[in-house]
């Protein structure tokens, strides 16, 4: 017989499955190699404004927990992005992500080309998890249980259609999927600890379809831009760019 915390489970993983953005029309031409160039690009720049505001809603995540054992276990999520040194990290491999694509790094970090869309939608997460309590918080970050399937998937189709992409570059992927794993077993286990009541358990839910919401505005948001062909111009070209 199935039990609250099972159920709960099982709600989060149907919200994480059905509503994860690998579903996105941006999402699924990407995976089958139908972007041109200066679209990938546009979304590696747009993506990177997300990116840099991972250990930002950590660091807020970690002031609401009220033990040394979780505000650690939380820490190194944050480490995880900014590295514990400079040249480390997720934000690191991200600007070589950038970099392998064409992309100068000075362009990525000054966010002058990000479009309003996707400001908005990071900026929503990062006041959900500044304003909610900590079970909202941790549940929002567990779109973290369909990520390690979406960089594998990633990861094949950037070596099968996008060969111009320097394999160096793909690192984050790489690192992010067993990263997700770990992440998202530790946040679940959190958050059906944390859910005591039905009402508890509608507020993860509620959460982790928020979290869901912001990453598929963001790709609606590069979906929808227009690609510039100056900037562009100035990078390598990858196949039939220019045509």
């Known amino acids: 017989m199935s039990t609250p915390r099972t159920r709960l489970e099982e709600r989060l993983r149907a919200v994480a499955q059905?509503?994860?953005?690998?579903?996105?029309?941006?999402?699924?031409?990407?995976?089958?190699?139908?972007?041109?160039?200066?679209?990938?690009?546009?979304w590696i720049l747009n993506r990177f404004h997300y990116q840099r505001h991972i250990p930002?809603?950590?660091?807020?995540?970690?002031?609401?927990?009220?033990?040394?054992?979780?505000?650690?276990?939380?820490?190194?999520?944050?480490q995880d992005h900014d590295g514990a040194t400079d040249g480390e990290g997720g934000i690191e491999r991200w600007l070589r992500l950038g970099e392998a694509a064409g992309l100068d790094r000075d362009r990525l970090l000054s966010?002058?080309?990000?479009?309003?869309?996707?400001?908005?939608?990071?900026?929503?997460?990062?006041?959900?998890?500044?304003?909610?309590d900590p079970l909202e918080a941790v549940a929002a970050s567990l779109t973290e249980l369909s990520a390690p399937g979406i960089m594998l998937t990633r990861?094949?189709?950037?070596?099968?259609?996008?060969?111009?992409?320097?394999?160096?570059?793909?690192?984050?992927?790489?690192?992010?999927?067993?990263?997700?794993?770990?992440?998202?077993?530790?946040?679940?286990?959190?958050?059906?600890?944390?859910?005591?009541?039905?009402?508890?358990?509608?507020?993860?839910v509620a959460a982790l379809a928020f979290k869901c919401d912001v990453l598929w505005s963001l790709l609606d948001a590069v979906d929808h831009a227009d690609t510039?062909?100056?900037p562009e111009a100035d990078t390598k070209d990858g196949p039939g760019e220019g045509t």
């Open 111 to 132: 966010g002058d080309e990000v479009v309003p869309g996707v400001r908005l939608a990071v900026d929503g997460y990062v006041n959900f998890c500044r304003l909610r």
């Open 228 to 230: 510039k062909d100056g």
């Open 18 to 42: 059905e509503r994860y953005h690998d579903r996105h029309p941006f999402n699924v031409r990407m995976h089958a190699g139908e972007l041109t160039p200066a679209e990938l690009r546009r």
């Open 56 to 78: 930002v809603k950590d660091a807020l995540i970690t002031a609401k927990l009220d033990t040394s054992r979780l505000r650690r276990m939380w820490l190194r999520r944050i």
């Open 155 to 204: 990861i094949d189709a950037f070596e099968r259609y996008y060969p111009w992409i320097e394999r160096a570059g793909l690192a984050y992927f790489r690192n992010r999927v067993g990263q997700g794993r770990r992440d998202s077993t530790e946040a679940l286990d959190l958050v059906l600890t944390w859910a005591r009541t039905p009402e508890d358990e509608d507020r993860a």
